[in-house]
């Protein structure tokens, strides 16, 4: 067991935040695991799309640091679905289920990649208010594994276990992103063979996202500099994509920002979703504090979000970048 497994923050979310299971297909098999966290007045959260070898937990420290302060998060756990179309109707379910109109969606790696997919399929009706994308691609194509998809479901749990780790950084990295590669380790091993065969068959099957159909959804991308499994040239084929969206760069963090950078994620996050604050697609409701409580560190980083946030926008990138892409992680 890894280290941020052991600490008193996941505990203390493990033992507070439940993890609830919704079924929204005929095949009751098929069940969304998700931890809602937050006011539930709140009716267009922010939703959390893992990568392909995490689970909705892997986002712990963004629920417990965002909830605290009035916004409603939920982070999901897909069912095993074997193709794009499925997984958007399942989820475009789960929205209705929970009575949900429209919602923000950060997603992950291939959590990325099924948000587009989201708010391509749901564009004449929209449901996406907006998403934020990490570490993130727009085309499977990339990881030139469209041949061999169709073969995942057969595959042993050790084959495809081999595929995720070689995407894994190497080497020497510092203390938090050694944590978040061994959470992450832990998490992909406790992935079922079918859950992870439907995930990467979902991440390499060909499919490729139209952006005309996303013209109108708010997108910030948020990348690292340091080494992660997609290179430079997949990061500028995004930006060339979407050239309208902001750009929240990390100097470090590598592959799961969200658990070694989570601090700076969510002071990104919050600059994200402040436009939205007042209006109906607020994924936050007001929290007034008691006059005697003094504000903390972490309500002094939130306040200073935007001078943060904007002198990382824009920052020209700097060091050497991996060239090939490896398996979405």
């Known amino acids: 067991m890894g280290e941020l497994a052991k600490t008193l923050e996941y505990h203390s979310f493990r033992s507070t935040i439940p993890l609830k299971k919704i079924v929204v297909d005929d095949d009751h098999r098929k069940s969304w695991s998700l931890y809602d966290a937050g006011p539930r007045s709140v009716r267009c959260p922010l939703i959390f799309f893992p990568p392909a070898s995490g689970t909705a937990d892997v986002f712990f420290k963004q629920i417990f640091a965002l909830s605290a302060v009035g916004y409603r998060v939920i982070a999901v756990d897909y069912p095993v679905y074997w193709n794009l179309r499925e997984i958007c109707e399942g989820f475009q379910k789960l929205l209705d289920h929970l009575q949900l109109d429209k919602v923000h969606i950060f997603g992950a790696s291939l959590g990325g ?26 085309d499977t194509s990339i990881f030139q594994q469209t041949s061999a998809a169709p073969t995942f479901w057969m595959m042993p749990a050790l084959f495809l276990k081999k595929m995720v780790i070689g995407s894994f950084q190497k080497g020497m990295v510092d203390s938090s992103i050694a944590d978040s590669i061994d959470f992450l380790v832990d998490k992909l091993d406790s992935l079922p063979q079918k859950v992870l065969a439907s995930r990467l068959t979902l991440n390499c099957m060909s499919s490729y996202i139209e952006p005309q159909k996303l013209l109108s959804v708010d997108i ?46 969510n002071v990104f996050i919050k600059v994200h979703l402040q436009k939205y604050e ?15 409580v003094i504000p903390t560190e972490n309500n002094k980083n939130t306040s200073e979000a935007s001078n943060l946030t904007n002198d990382n926008l824009n920052e020209d990138l700097t060091g050497d970048q991996p060239n090939n892409n490896t398996m979405d992680s």
Do not use: W
């Open 278 to 292: 007042g209006t109906k697609y607020s994924a936050k409701e007001d929290l007034e504090l008691p006059d005697d």
């Open 220 to 265: 910030t991308i948020m990348d690292v500099f340091d080494h992660c499994a997609l290179s430079q040239a997949v990061k500028d084929e995004m930006y060339k994509c979407y050239p309208n969206a902001k750009r929240a760069h990390l100097k470090s963090g590598g592959n799961f920002p969200y658990l070694s950078r989570s601090t700076e994620v």
């Open 113 to 138: 990649f099924i948000a587009q997919k989201f708010a391509e399929y749901t564009s004449r009706s929209p449901r996406v208010a907006s998403l934020m994308l990490c570490n993130s691609f727009n």
